[in-house]
Every structure is written in structure tokens, then in C-alpha cells.
């Protein structure tokens, strides 16, 4: 649906040549939902905004439905635009416009007559849930309610592209949940390829099938979500990982974990995040099998993307003759993020 070839982008300001973009090759297919991230600066929005011509590249190829954006005229590039619908984080809505006249918006600049306009109005309020909110204006509205209007009005020219900047980053997480939810209905329903740019791995995990990553312009890793997260090539995606497994030992568990005996025999406490097939059950059953290691499970979160677990244990480990820094190495050359709390 969309290949980008070799795509660069380079600002040109007073201060000095900014390279937003390097080398970039992405392939989003049809249905796909395409999650891009990256730290702030790493050139996320400039991708987005390349992808539907609002930045001109520098140099390089975008193939959108089989049509390189990079050759069209102006008038050409108008018609394209009607494909590729574009939501914000901070929604952009006219403010002087009800939300009938935000939705209308595009209808009318594309020139159709009052009465189509008006009855696909009507559908796309319905199809986001805002009917009783057509002559509302933006600033009586809530952040959600703004993000369908938003989504509304990115629709009204039947898309085959959503592109979504943030939608979710000014919403609380109820309200992105319903927005994500949303956003998973006209993928499936409607057929729509979205490309959404988020720094929430729950964003991703709810809806995305696919994720590039971005560092300091240059996409380093990309394909399924569920390869990536499996086996992490960099620094960001294991932190986005990571901001969803556990980093602060909970209270109660630390005083309990202080509180443990120390018997006779050496123990550790340790962390495990994990993301795959190796969940509580055969970690810790491989552990006693290979070891002369008594375990026990302090705490366990454990989550799933596409039906793959992820999330955190924190197990005691007891044993005699460094067994239990046997034990250790063998979880850690099974891959997992191993990270040893306490000595007890
Ligand atoms: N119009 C512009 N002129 C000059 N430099 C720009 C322009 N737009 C972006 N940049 C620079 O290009 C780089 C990439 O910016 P971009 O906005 O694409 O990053 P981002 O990953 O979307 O960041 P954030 O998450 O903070 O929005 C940054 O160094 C930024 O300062």
C-alpha cells in the first residue's frame, strides 16, 4: 500500500542543515495497522508528513497505491490527497465551525453539492458516535469527542490512508481506549491502512500489527510487533518495552522481600521482564528441573500483545554451591532481561 525507497529529508534553516530523515525504507501493506516510534526529535512527524507530501522530500520514493507521490503535478497530488486522511494530537479543528462544518469541511473544498454533503455528514457522525453533537462548537466539546470529529473529518473523503500524529497523547486513557477502539473498527470494517505515531506502547499493544523503528533518522528496525518486542535490536524499543513491565518494585513487596528469613542457604531475589512463549509456568519448571534451586513467586504481571505474553516476575531463588548464580546465567542465555533485587 505504501513503499517508501531511500527517502531523505533535509531542513534547510538560518541555524543550519537539519537531516530529519536518512536513508528511510518502509513497507506498509494493505490493512495493515503501522506503529511508528521513536524518541522526540527522531523524525517520526517529518515521515508522516512526507508520506502525504505536506514536507517534499529531499530525495527518494513514496509509491502510495501504486501511484509515486513524488512525480504528481499540483492538481494530481489534490486528487491524491483525498486518499490520505491525516488526524493530530491536538485534533486542529476550526473553532469558528460546528462539528457538522468541521466534517463538511473537506466536502465542500472538494465541491459537492449541500445535499451529499449533508447525508454523508450525517453517516460520519454516526459512525463515530457524535449525531447529538452536530451543532456543537469544538470548545463545548470533551478531548474524545474533538478526536472523532477529528476522525470524522479525515474520512469524509473516503480514504485508503489514515495517518494519525499522537492521536491519543492529549487524552486520558479511557478515552484513548475508545479512540483506539475506534480507530480498530475502520481499519477492519472500512478497510482503511493506518500509520500512527505514538510514544505509548500501550497504544501500540492495543491496535498496531506493525512497528518501524526510528533513531536519529534512520529506521533500525522494523516488521510484525510481535517479532520486534520478541528479540529488541535497540536501545528504544527495549525502553518501550520496558514502560510497560515493571520498574518500581511495589512497597509492600520490598518490605516483604526485607522481611524474608534468612535460613541457611544462599538466596536471590530477582526481576525478570519478559516478552514471548517463556512465560511463569516453564521458566521457573526448566529452572528446578536444570537446578538445585527452590523458587518461589513474589510477584507476577503478566499482560499480552496478540495473545504473546509480556510483563514482569520477581522470584526468590534458593540454593547451595552458586547454584542459584547457575540458575541466573541460564535464565539470562535463555534472552530474558534478568536484573538480581536483593541477596538474601
Ligand atoms: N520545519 C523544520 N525546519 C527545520 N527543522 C525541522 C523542521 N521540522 C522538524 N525539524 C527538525 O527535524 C528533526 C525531526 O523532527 P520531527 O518533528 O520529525 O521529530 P519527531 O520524532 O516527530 O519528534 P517529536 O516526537 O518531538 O514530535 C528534529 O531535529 C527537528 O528539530
Redesign the pocket.
Known sequence: MIYIRNLTKV?H?ASGN?R?LEDVNLNIEKGDIFGII??????????LRCINMLEKPTSGSIEIDGVEMTRLSPSELKEMRKKIGMIFQHFNLLSSRTVRGNVAFPLEIAGLDKRTIDKKVENLLELVGLSDKADNYPSQLSGGQKQRVGIARALANDPKVLLCD?PTSALDPETTLSILNLLKDINRELGITIVL?T?EMNVIKQICNKVAV?EK?RVVEQGPLIEVFKKPQTETARNFLKSVTLSEIPKELKDRIENLSHEHLEGKIIKIAFFGEITTEPVISSIIRKFDVDTNILYGNIDHIQGMPYGTLIVELRGKNGETDAALKYLKDLGLDVEVIENV
Open positions: 531542513y534553516s537539519v530529519a521513536g524518541l522526540s526529535g527522531a523524525g517520526k512527524s517529518t515521515l499522537e505515531i510514544h526510528i533518522s
